[in-house]
């Protein structure tokens, strides 16, 4: 029996005393040939006196010895294809499939409007401040607006919680969805208007199916309620997804589904994230630290005699080389790529920092040890933490694991 088309095919003719036919013996071998390769069935003729071809295939294996095709320069893997080759194998469902999607378009249209936002008249402050009692940029609140709009319209999310807003907030049931998602639409908003690096980031979770509520715009919420909103608070280790979106000289979306970190580059001649970057680890250790020295007379001696470490530059005869953009995820992203620790401490103005745990610090704490990195609060990792509050500060180091346990021997 002859199986496949893969293997090619050897014919042999073998002649007997009978005669098939008036066709020589090569034409009957050749028709019959014809007929086999074609998939048809062989006509079988009633042999008659005389010399007779019997038409014999004999299979042959044939090792392919060519070298594997190489990848062409036209071929890219968007975004969207490389989320839908995961929910194929998996890692995630349908459902988170287009929350991620929904949180890449609103990116796209935050990146437009950063990069328009002096044309735009978008640059100042919108005069009002935010729960933290921080100015609010006028991108700040447009952001804001975007994301909450994309996440809405998805009809995925079940409730959203914003840097911006003061409580989270749960979607109407008619759009009604299964995650949480928690984010900052903005971040790094006070160089906006030097056009210096901002960007968003997020974090998933499943949702606390006994704390679901329906909230109409026009209910006000009760305490009961207010606590049963504050309780969808999820320790980083319950991440299902995190990320962030920087806008500089390209906007780079940055994600995790807990399979590695994969950095995908917005391609203005496309307008679709491409996939550049996969399964992104962080040095083990690095030369390059990100802290905002301006408070360091705040600082606890502990911290002071680190950072003073850091400066000397020893038997190498090099001391560690100081980078602060003033953005989180600016900051981030290169200590990503080269190594070293970023760190916002606490202080005698900010007794517990700055940065936000629920919404800043877990996502990036839970891409940085995708990435085989560290994120630590000076003394425990910060996945660990169980918010209390939806706007709960922590202090942040993050970065190489190396530099990261070195400064936590410092501060024990």
Known sequence: MITGTAAPLKLRCISSSHSLSSLTPFQQCNSQAKSLLSGSPTIKRKP??????????????????????????????????????????????????????????????????????SISNLTGVQGAVNIQGEDQKKLDVVSNEVFSNCLRSSGRTGIIASEEEDVPVAVEESYSGNYIVVFDPLDGSSNIDAAVSTGSIFGIYHPNDECLVNIDEDSTLDSETQKCIVSVCQPGTNLLAAGYCMYSSSVIFVLSIGTGVYSFTLDPMYGEFVLTQEKIQIPKSGKIYSFNEGNYQMWDEKLKKYM?????????????????????????HRTLLYGGIYGYPRDAKSKNGKLRLLYECAPMSYLVEQAGGKGSDGHSRVLDIVPTEIHQRVPLYIGSTEEVEKLEKYLA
């Not at 890449?104 to 249209?109: E, L, P």
């Open 308 to 332: 003073d470490d850091l400066k000397d530059p020893g038997p190498s005869g090099k001391p560690y080389s100081a980078r602060y953009i003033g953005s989180l995820v600016g900051d981030f």
């Open 48 to 117: 008659s006196t005389g010399s007779a071809v019997r038409c014999m295939a004999v299979e042959t294996t044939v090792t392919n010895t060519a070298p594997p095709k190489k990848k062409s320069s036209y071929q890219i893997e968007t975004l969207t294809g490389w989320l839908l080759k995961q929910e194929i194998a998996g890692e995630i469902d349908a459902e988170l499939t287009i929350v991620l999607s929904s949180i890449s378009m609103a990116c796209k249209q935050i990146a437009s409007l950063v990069q328009r936002a």
